[in-house]
């Protein structure tokens, strides 16, 4: 196996599995009436201009992959299971859907753990420096309790299921394995590279870089937040790629322990059609990108 093949990464999907490249992402889903169905999208300029190899501005791709590649494609999954089109989201209503996600989501881990924070320290007499170190343990005990929640719902759970098998195949594509469901089968569930653990280390980077922010006006303490989500996520993406590399080294096995513990929240053990789906998934991507013999 190539040392220069480059990064792939995937996502799970409702009945299905999400593989991108460098030139294409394609999706394999499983329908309603259990026909199986492939969609494969050529990426954008934004995946194809420098900043793919620039660092600290790649890490934005990261980022736009988690919020709206991603998201698109989740729905795209959703809509693949009912024939009745009044229930399927398109159109005007996928951005709508799209765009309220993305608000609730910088609400509840963004602007409530700033505004619970303040409030500490308005009504507490807490130290505005250990208000920003709350307002981090805020939002990590919010993430992890949102999977440790969601994880429960049957329908979650599969998504999850799903997780596995885009990891396993991963693990199995990196280490220059067979690409069949027995031999997959066999690899973990976790991978260092993986989604959870990009927004672990956000989270957990953000709580440094706030608390170095210092006191501010709950105004400019939550624009601050939003502001410096970009950055923070640039900065957590290399930390992601610079670790990935160093697996070997016992202070950086311990370091991104956290990331594959999550990831636990976020995975489970696949069986063998989700696995297949998975691969179909990878093959494609790496049939169109020329990197193996079809």
């Not at 989740?74 to 009044?86: G, M, R, V, W, Y």
């Not at 989501?105 to 170190?133: D, K, R, T, Y």
């Amino acid at each position: 196996m190539s040392e220069k093949i480059p990064f792939y990464g995937g996502q799970a999907l409702i009945e299905g599995v999400l593989m991108r490249g460098s030139k294409i992402a394609v999706a394999t889903i499983k329908g309603y009436d259990g026909q199986i169905h492939i969609h494969q999208e050529d990426l954008g300029a934004i995946y194809q201009g420098k900043i793919k190899t620039t660092p600290f501005l790649r890490g934005i791709i990261a980022l736009w992959d988690a919020m709206f590649l991603g998201t698109r494609f989740l729905t795209i999954s959703a809509n693949h299971q009912t024939d009745k089109p009044e229930e399927q989201i398109t159109g005007k209503s996928l951005y709508v859907t799209l765009a309220i996600s993305l608000g609730i989501g910088i609400l509840i881990f963004f602007v409530a753990p700033a505004s619970l924070s303040h409030l500490f320290e308005s009504f507490l007499g807490i130290n505005p420096w250990m208000g920003n170190l709350i307002e981090g343990a805020i939002r990590v005990v919010l993430l992890v309790g949102y999977l440790a929640l969601i994880q429960q719902i049957p329908d979650v759970k599969r998504v999850f299921m799903y997780h596995g098998a885009e990891h396993k195949t991963i693990n199995a594509f990196e280490a220059g394995s067979e690409l069949t469901s027995d031999s997959v089968s066999k690899y973990s569930l976790v991978h260092p590279r993986c989604g959870t653990s990009f927004i672990l280390t956000v989270v957990v980077f953000s709580v440094i870089l706030f608390s170095l922010l210092g006191p501010l006006p709950l105004f400019w303490r939550i624009i601050s937040r939003l502001v410096f989500v970009i950055p923070i996520a640039s900065i957590s993406y290399e930390y992601i790629r610079w670790s990935a590399k160093h697996l070997s080294n016992p202070i950086i096995a311990i370091l991104i322990k956290p990331n594959l513990w999550l990831q636990k929240l976020t995975t489970a053990e696949p069986n063998l059609d989700m696995i297949d789906i998975a691969i179909t998934s990878l093959k494609e991507v790496i049939k169109n990108e020329d990197l193996i013999t079809a």
